[in-house]
């Protein structure tokens, strides 16, 4: 059964700094990884798709690896800003026939300081 | 951008009362999910929709529960006597060819 896990649950830092969060999945057979965010009692907002063949995607600040072979995934977000703040989730989409779901984490908590 | 849309943003209801939570996905995306957060918990799948049926639901998704799509832009899901840990917010989300998920921003459906 595919877990995924995300490190830290919470993270504070000062404004400018760049920051990795971290997402692990026990599976390696998946079909896509997608990173959304979520700001409070809100929805959820995609940042970034990764397919299984690919090992980055880049939008402005933010950048998501995948290494599918270990079950990684980061997101890395350069000079971070106050409006990053947010809750960050990762899911994957199993390899499966006929599953089109995705199976969260919990999230890291990022509160960035002005 | 296009969006998904969900009505209402908030509701609440009686232990044992329907409630039917409504969202308008995006127009050319073929794949309709309901996913729920309980306070404090991970995102869950409950369902999804494809070609006019269910194509996947989860163990959350029991009788209890079921969607439809009436008029070929709306997309609903019915939960047809409400318990207290049915009180979560509750996600719509609609993708594409390339499985890439939009989200609408949720119903939070408190059960007093």
């Known amino acids: 059964k595919q877990e995924v896990t995300q490190i830290p649950a919470a993270l504070s830092v000062p404004e400018g700094e760049n920051l990795v969060l971290n997402c692990s999945f026990t599976d390696s057979a998946i079909y896509n990884l997608q990173w959304f965010r979520q700001d409070p009692g809100k929805g959820l907002t995609s940042l970034l798709l990764i397919q299984s063949s690919q090992r980055e995607q880049t939008s402005g600040r933010l950048n998501a690896s995948l290494d599918k072979s270990s079950g990684r995934s980061t997101l890395y977000i350069a000079a971070s800003q106050p409006g990053d703040s947010a809750t960050y989730l990762c899911a994957v989409r199993p390899w499966a026939s006929g599953t089109y779901k995705y199976i969260f984490g919990t999230g890291t908590r990022l509160k960035v300081l002005a | 951008e296009p969006e998904v849309t969900q009505t209402p943003s908030h509701q609440v209801t009686q232990m044992g009362q329907e409630v039917i939570l409504r969202c308008v996905p995006i127009?050319?995306?073929?794949?309709f999910y309901w996913y729920r957060q309980i306070l404090g918990q991970k995102v869950e799948f409950l369902v999804s929709?494809?070609?006019?049926?269910?194509?996947?639901k989860s163990e959350i998704f029991d009788d209890q529960f079921s969607v439809e799509r009436p008029d070929g832009s709306n997309f609903t899901l019915k939960i047809r006597s409400t318990k207290l840990e049915d009180s979560a917010m509750y996600f719509c989300?609609?993708?594409?060819?390339?499985?890439?998920?939009?989200f609408g921003s949720g119903t939070r459906l408190t059960v007093v």
């Open positions: 989300a609609s993708s594409g060819q390339d499985y890439g998920y939009t």
């Open positions: 127009s050319n995306h073929l794949y």
């Open positions: 929709f494809y070609n006019n049926e269910i194509s996947e």
